[in-house]
């Protein structure tokens, strides 16, 4: 990439010779063509994001135009969000030191993968069941399947336990005895984490009577996995 | 100008110089004796002036020492003791092949195995006095997978080739194609049997470097169908029918800078420009933490030798260790000057080092935090480190393409080794620290003699003491061979078990 020759300064538009001259005004002498393209657009986009802000606060103070002062909040407040730089170096230095201060805690022996608590993991469901529509029909076999909702991935320690997505399904099952459904339930596969818990369904046929209480749940031994 | 840190920082601290009393006392005498307070009082303001007793340097030892931006390292930053011996390797019980056995016992009598003490561990009780207690920090106990891992690796060891000048390693050359300049970071397991990159556009790909296929684990509802006590039960719970050579992970929200597998293959971890390492599993391929605390790029992660604790370092100039089951960092290692670019677990796990933009390599005590050495020398930012096998030595690669060479122990720059003409980003000692691989952007591969750079070293008490460089002029000599690629910058080296040197980068089709 960096070996092709660059475009006459010529043929380029104004706005990349404008850039050009800017790189060399900083002392930058070697880059690759590509830089100046995403310097252009660098600028388009923080450019039209301050504009759009500045609009923003104008039609807020009830103002007909954009005047200098809704330009310079927009930039300032920017800058307190984007444009960030690390902690000063004595803050730093400060906050090092006092958790440099507690003891490395020990580690307990080995049961299962060393993870952080749950609800600091990504491995607990990210959907959530809708419920089903009751329906009675005549005819036997009329299969509902149910609709997934995709919730919002949340770190809210109250996203759904396993114990009530059984609950939920539980109650499915057990609702009208008269109409067969047949359930079939995925489960995100990353939940065999920590605890080594698998939640098997089993298919309820369309024939069959509501036999439904078929919701097992079972513990793995965790040697099963020393190995893993 | 008022908000900029690295501008407060320079303002603040001060710039260290180190000089000989004799040529202090020139120096001071000429500026009095002109009157001239102006110089005097801005000295006096913004350098510390770092005295030693003894021979002035000649210019070539402060030249080779010069670079940093705040100057040198003070005699006392460079004092502190490092254990920097190894941790002895536990004795596992090898068992004889049962093969062997069922031969010869045919009548059934009760064989006595005779367990092989392994050759790692270390045939003498005393404690190495160079080498951290074993308890020093506490580390994950060896599960049996682990000592099966180990077994395999002694019985490799056995196989290994033995390096030398005259006897240079192979080198087996992995060229990511396609990748469109976006290949970011590359890392092997140390069994090399997976490898894995990391991208511009955030996603992380693993493949298998055998003719092994990546299987994940089943889904739960298939899972429920398998005999679980059916005595290949670890093999019905992988997925035969995803199976394919490589997987690709998605999560993170920019770049990905640096990739780490754990030493048990069971995790890999990623860090990117989005300010998060994430944690992703080799079983599921799927992410399981995210880790959350640098708010600014991570450059570099790297899991510890013995799995468990790990260190990222970026943007926010501070490195910190993890462990894999805190979501907070178990320590953090700040004083660097600008960002931390490269971070490397000394093979005892008890040490840090991290190569910074500032152009210092520092040395962080894991137990506590502090910063037990700093060495300076390099004239550019740093982007690659390696400690040796034995743990004694240091070698850092900059963006001045140089490799310059640390004697840990006493804190000393051993040897500069000159020959690469662009940014090292890939630095590896063999499997017993005979050669030393560096690789750049310039497309090379160099291999140098590592045991000839070390045995040069200077016994001279008086030479420790005052600090002070002797570099033997021979970088030439110690360069055993060059190699170069077409047009593939190398930003990995890996050298396999049995002493096969790996090397990864992306190809970069002219346009």
Redesign the interface.
Known sequence: GGFSKMASPKTLPKDAQVMIQILKDMGITEYEPRVINQMLEFTYRYVTTIIEDAKIYATHAKKSNVDADDIRLAIQCRMDQSFTSPPPRDFLLEVARQKNQTPLPLIKPYTGPRLPPDRYCLTAPNYRLKSLQKKTSSSAGRITVPRLSVGAVSSRPSTPTLGELMRKLYVYTTSTPSTPTVQNVLINPSLIGSKNILITTNMVSQNSTSDSSTLKRKHEEDDDYDAL | MR???TL??FR??KFVLRISRDSYQLLKRHLQERQNNQIWNIIQEHLYIDIFDGMPRSKSQIDSMSGSLAGEAKREANKAKVFYGLLKEPEIEVPLDDEDEEAENEEGKPKKKKPKKDSMGSKSKKQDPNAPQQNR?????L???DKLDKIMYMKEATKRIRLGPDNLPSICFYTFLNAY?GLTAVDITDDSSLIAGGFADSTVRVWSVTPRKLRA?????D??LID?ESED??ERIMDEKTASESKILYGHNGPVYGISFSPDR?YLLSCSEDGTVR?W?L??F?????YKGH??PVWDVQFSPHG?YFTSGG????ARLW?????Q???????H?ADITCTRFHPNSNYLATGSADRTVRLWD?????CNRIFTGHKGPIHSLAFSPNGKFLASGATDGRVLLWDIGRGLMIEELNGHTDTIYALKFSRDGEILASGSMDNTVRLWDAVKAFDDIETDDFTAATGHVHLSENSLELQLGTYTSKSTPVIHLHFTRRNLLLAAGGC?S??
């Open positions: 908000g900029n840190e407060l920082d603040t601290s920090i506490p580390l994950p106990e599960k049996d997978s300049q684990v089943k889904s739960a509802t899972l429920s679980k039960v670890l069971n944690l599993s079983q599921t799927t992410c399981l933490v995210c708010n600014y468990y943007h926010d100039r501070v462990a894999t089951d805190h979501y960092p178990l320590r953090m290692f700040a004083g000057l894991i137990l506590n935090g502090n970069y002219p346009f």
